[in-house]
């Protein structure tokens, strides 16, 4: 016991006093001031001291980098409750967007998009529009494709965009209702989803609409040449989008092996636009040339397409 109070005294030194040293472990321990402390009359105080419960936290990646592709989760981003899908793609790595809003792979406007791994006419024209009346909220994922496999016929392009809309689960259902506004430019959009599956039997679904409202703007550019020539251009322009779009996708599991799905997709626009351009070109003794311009552009179009898709696996 001796020995074991000598060790705990030096424990305490050592702490405490570092000019002190060891110079035994049997009656007495002794310093370098030749004091003389009795082992024998060290005490020991027991105490244990207890932890507060500790929480180890991890979060969750935003950006997973595979060997083809790299997958952005709009779920685990907390931007994408309050954006639609085509602001959150400006985050994600190999794509950009424009100032006319035109979605860029690598620069190149060469790519496929697919809607849960399948391709889908309706977004084909009206890419734009439709993703700016998607909210991001109602997406689970995006997969940006870098190196596509051979079964989506990517030859000569970019890569291939995948936007995953349903989350599989078991026998249930879940959904969500996105409603947002964007103002002064933008508008109102409402957007949703919808899962659900019972035995054999499944469906899901999205849906939704929006607004794009750009208020008229002006603009004006002056320029007058070494002669005294001057030219004046003024302009305004607005415009007013409507869309809507819808895609639901039907399964039925006939056995572990064997698959059966149908889809079908939808979207529709309306564009409201106009521009309006005067120019006039003048010299010291008057105007030489003037004109107007005014384009005023009303469209309407839309898509659809449905398929019917058998899946067999093998033992």
Do not use: C, W
């Not at 002056?222 to 007013?240: E, F, M, P, V, W």
């Amino acid at each position: 016991m001796k020995l074991k109070y000598a060790i705990i005294q030096l424990a305490m030194i050592s702490t405490v006093l570092l000019t002190q040293t060891i110079a035994t472990f049997g009656q007495t321990v002794v310093n370098s001031r030749s004091n003389a402390v009795k082992a024998d009359s060290l005490t020991k105080n027991d105490s244990i001291v207890g932890l507060k419960e500790v929480a180890i936290t991890a979060g969750r990646p935003v950006i997973l980098r595979k060997a083809d592709r790299v997958i952005y989760d709009l779920k685990a981003d907390p931007e994408s409750k309050n954006n639609n899908v085509l602001t959150m793609m400006r985050k994600i790595p190999y794509l950009s967007v424009d100032g006319d809003d035109n979605l860029l792979m690598k620069g190149n406007s060469s790519f496929k998009v697919l809607i849960n791994g399948k391709p889908s006419g309706s977004l084909e024209g009206n890419l734009k529009a439709v993703l700016k009346s998607i909210p991001a909220s109602t997406i689970e994922r995006i997969e940006v494709i870098t190196t596509p496999p051979s079964k989506y016929d990517a030859e000569g392009l970019a890569g291939i965009i995948n936007i995953i809309t349903a989350k599989k689960i078991n026998d249930g259902f879940n959904g969500s209702v996105n409603i947002n506004e964007s103002f002064p430019v933008g508008g109102p959009g409402i957007g949703g989803a919808f899962t659900a599956k019972s035995g054999r039997f499944g469906m899901s679904a999205f849906g939704g609409g929006g607004i794009d409202h750009s208020p008229k703007t002006f603009n004006r550019n002056k320029r007058i040449d070494a002669t005294g020539t001057t030219l004046d251009q003024r302009g305004n322009q607005h415009s007013n989008n409507k869309t809507v779009y819808f895609g639901t996708e039907l399964s039925y599991m006939i056995d572990t092996l064997n698959l059966l799905t149908a889809q079908v997709n939808y979207n529709g626009s309306l564009v409201n636009g106009y521009t309006a351009q005067a120019s006039d070109l003048i010299e010291s003794e008057g105007s030489l040339q003037r004109y107007i311009a005014e384009n005023d552009n009303r469209a309407t179009g839309y898509g659809i397409d449905a398929g019917l898709n058998y899946e067999m696996g093998f033992k």
